[in-house]
T-cell receptor, first 116, second 117 residues
Framework: EDKVVQSPLSLVVHEGDTVTLNCSYEVTNFRSLLWYKQEKKAPTFLFMLTSSGIEKKSGRLSSILDKKELFSILNITATQTGDSAVYLCAVVKANAGGTSYGKLTFGQGTILTVHP | KAGVTQTPRYLIKTRGQQVTLSCSPISGHRSVSWYQQTPGQGLQFLFEYFSETQRNKGNFPGRFSGRQFSNSRSEMNVSTLELGDSALYLC????????????????FGEGSRLTVL
């Protein structure tokens, strides 16, 4: 059975701290891994990673995928209170036909709380 | 451009009733996926529609069904509601291309929160 496991489940930090969120996966026919941020409403897309070892960056956020060890990390530097949210990791796998159709397998999420 | 729109945003039903939720995708998107989010199980995939055809289905009982119209709008229906169906139901749209093609990340709506009493 496909599995996506995130750690830690929750994290409390102060503004300015750097955090690392982890996502490990066990899926057959892996195609890509996505990170989302959810703040009590719609999850918003952060990154999609398909190639191992290539870091994706967006401002203070960055993410990297290790396809050999089957995990990804999401780093947030100089955290701000606005970073408080649930961070979701999701994996896309290929169907038998070789393509994937809208089906993401999500981890349980990491609840990040940033105190001023 | 307008995002994914879900209606209603909140609803309360009783056990045994049925419910229909609606989702309008981003203009030009042909794929609509539905997810159920609960505190215990997290986000779980229900089904995905593309050009009025169900292409993919999750592991939910037959009480959960959906459809897509020619304008790409989608509805999902849950019949014979159970207490455990209380959840946030999220709809997501995409272009419908393979998610590994670099053009297919999902854009989520704000969800319909269903409470079953």
């Amino acid at each position: 059975e496909d599995k996506v496991v995130q750690s830690p489940l929750s994290l409390v930090v102060h503004e300015g701290d750097t955090v690392t969120l982890n996502c490990s996966y066990e899926v057959t026919n892996f195609r890509s891994l996505l990170w989302y941020k959810q703040e009590k409403k719609a999850p918003t897309f952060l990154f999609m990673l398909t190639s191992s070892g290539i870091e994706k960056k967006s401002g203070r956020l960055s993410s990297i995928l290790d396809k050999k060890e089957l995990f990804s990390i999401l780093n947030i530097t100089a955290t701000q209170t606005g970073d408080s949210a649930v961070y979701l990791c999701a994996v896309v796998k290929a169907n038998a036909g070789g393509t994937s159709y809208g089906k993401l397998t999500f981890g349980q999420g990491t609840i990040l709380t940033v105190h001023p | 451009k307008a995002g994914v729109t879900q209606t209603p945003r909140y609803l309360i039903k009783t056990r045994g009733q049925q419910v229909t939720l609606s989702c309008s995708p981003i203009s030009g998107h042909r794929s609509v996926s539905w997810y159920q989010q609960t505190p215990g199980q997290g986000l779980q995939f229900l089904f995905e529609y593309f050009s009025e055809t169900q292409r993919n289905k999750g592991n939910f009982p037959g009480r959960f069904s959906g459809r897509q119209f020619s304008n790409s709008r989608s509805e999902m229906n849950v019949s014979t509601l159970e207490l455990g169906d209380s959840a946030l139901y999220l709809c997501a749209s995409s272009s419908g291309l393979s998610l590994t093609g670099g053009a297919g990340e999902l854009f989520f709506g704000e969800g319909s929160r269903l409470t079953v009493l």
